[in-house]
């Protein structure tokens, strides 16, 4: 009886141990991090450069850089876990929203 009744609360915990694994990266994450990383400096050196453009040309520039950290949000999001995926995406979740804000008030429709 005892038995059983250990077998069954081991079976009801089974669920939350799985639960509780990590959830697993596709193999590709390791080269897609360190892609995302040099394409964030690159990004970063693009965006100091159209940072005396004429208005036209950086919003087209936002634009292109919201579109990228969409894509980066989503190697973030699918290849780490814990701490360091809730900060990076968080970080990203930010960024993209102050750069629709900045598209909104300074390009429009442009």
């Given at each position: 009886?005892?038995?059983?009744?250990?077998?069954?609360?081991?079976?009801?915990?089974?669920?939350?141990?799985?639960?509780?694994?990590?959830?697993?990266?596709?193999?590709?994450?390791?080269?897609?991090?360190?892609?995302?990383?040099?394409?964030?400096?690159?990004?970063?050196?693009?965006?100091?450069?159209?940072?005396?453009?004429?208005?036209?040309?950086?919003?087209?520039?936002?634009?292109?850089?919201?579109?990228?950290?969409?894509?980066?949000?989503?190697?973030?999001?699918?290849c780490q876990t814990g701490r360091q995926r809730e900060e990076n995406v968080a970080?990203?979740?930010?960024?993209?929203?102050?750069?629709?804000?900045?598209?909104?008030?300074?390009?429009?429709?442009?």
């Amino acid at each position: 009886m005892i038995l059983r009744a250990a077998a069954a609360v081991l079976l009801t915990l089974v669920p939350t141990f799985a639960s509780a694994q990590p959830r697993p990266v596709p193999a590709t994450c390791t080269r897609d991090l360190f892609q995302n990383e040099a394409a964030m400096r690159q990004r970063q050196y693009k965006m100091q450069q159209v940072a005396t453009a004429d208005q036209a040309t950086q919003c087209a520039a936002w634009r292109d850089h919201v579109t990228f950290m969409q894509k980066a949000r989503s190697v973030f999001a699918t290849c780490q876990t814990g701490r360091q995926r809730e900060e990076n995406v968080a970080q990203m979740d930010q960024s993209l929203a102050d750069y629709r804000v900045l598209l909104a008030n300074r390009c429009g429709r442009r």
